[in-house]
């Protein structure tokens, strides 16, 4: 773990340096409060600090206030080194943010055991933060084919309707449906399903732009969501989706298999009335009529107006 020390006077410093080499730190070093407020400001700031109060300048109470009026995360735990130990001068220190502080000359040893403690708080935030973003992953995404899922990507699309008409910008969206897919898991079994699943998701992730959006909307049909797109872009973007499955079948345990998909294409109109489900419904129809005309095919939206 990585310790910022802020400490003007350089033996002082320099001390601090050893006995932090010594316990096993990386240190990064400050020699006033301004250099420490703008290393903390960096993109993987140590999240532990020692600073010393006494600093020309920014004294260290001074960048603990910044520290804490920042906010944000993960958390920075900060040690204030004090000459002052009467009560008021370490209610200010806490007051402005400090975690704990030190009087000087301080006890090697209790300065170990601090910074201890220090870490599991730390520590313990960072893993609490990775729990989180893991959960907010789990929330958002499909487990078997780790795209985005039904209700996020429909949340995607409501912003993305939103702000295609905030800027007058064009908006389609694609459903796309593999064809007899019962078939597969019928005549191969649910778990080779499970990877001609996880196989068209890739494929199809792989025919879209970076900045559309696809997800696993039901079973094994797709949502796609293509912003700035009009029909006939869209029509082309389906059309390469499409071939990304049709042109190679499926490598499966045990032999390979041929997989196609249909899609329906929507473009959101200027009409007040269209909203999410308009188009979803209108994309939704289109794709019943590209299963009607045989499959493996692309179909539009009829126009509203
Ligand atoms: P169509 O061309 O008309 O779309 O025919 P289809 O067979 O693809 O459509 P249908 O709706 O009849 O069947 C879809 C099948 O997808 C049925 C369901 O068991 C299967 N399925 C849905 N989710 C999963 C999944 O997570 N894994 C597997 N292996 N199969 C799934
Ligand atoms: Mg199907």
Redesign the pocket.
């Known amino acids: 773990m990585n310790i910022l020390v802020a400490e003007d006077d350089p033996v002082s410093r320099r001390l601090l340096e050893t006995r932090l080499a010594r316990w096993g730190y990386q240190t990064t070093s400050a020699s006033n409060g301004e250099e420490a407020w703008r290393l903390l400001q960096l993109e993987d700031a140590p999240r532990l600090v020692i600073l010393d109060w006494m600093m020309p300048g920014m004294d260290g109470v001074e960048v603990c206030r910044k520290v804490r009026t920042r906010g944000g995360e993960p958390y920075t735990y900060i040690i204030l080194l004090t000459a002052k130990d009467s009560k008021d001068d370490v209610i200010l220190g806490l007051e402005a943010g400090a975690d704990d502080y030190l009087t000087k000359p301080f006890n090697a040893h209790e300065l170990e055991v601090r910074l201890r403690a220090g870490r599991r708080i730390v520590d313990l935030q960072a893993e609490l933060i990775r729990a989180r973003e893991e959960l907010r992953i789990q929330a958002t995404h499909d487990a078997?084919t780790g795209l985005w899922n039904r209700a996020a990507i429909r949340d995607i699309l409501c912003r993305q309707i939103a702000r295609a008409r905030r800027e007058g910008s064009h908006l389609c969206i694609s459903i796309a449906?593999?064809?007899?897919?019962?078939?597969?898991?019928d005549t191969m079994g649910?778990?080779?399903?499970?990877l001609?699943?996880q196989e068209a998701a890739q494929r199809l992730s792989s025919a879209i732009r970076q900045y559309d959006f696809i997800g696993r909307y039901?079973?094994?049909?797709f949502l796609v969501v293509l912003p700035g797109c009009d029909e006939s872009v869209a029509e082309k973007q389906a059309e390469r989706m499409r071939k990304s499955l049709g042109e190679m079948p499926f490598l499966v345990p045990g032999g390979s298999v041929s997989v196609t998909v249909?899609l329906g294409i929507s473009a959101l109109t200027d009409s007040d009335s269209m909203d999410v489900e308009s188009l979803l419904h209108a994309a939704d129809v289109a794709l019943y009529k590209a299963?009607s005309d045989g499959?493996n095919c692309v179909r539009r939206a009829f126009r509203q107006k």
């Open positions: 078997l449906d593999l064809d007899h897919f019962k078939n597969i898991n649910h778990a080779t399903g499970d001609v699943l039901g079973g094994e049909e249909s299963k499959r």
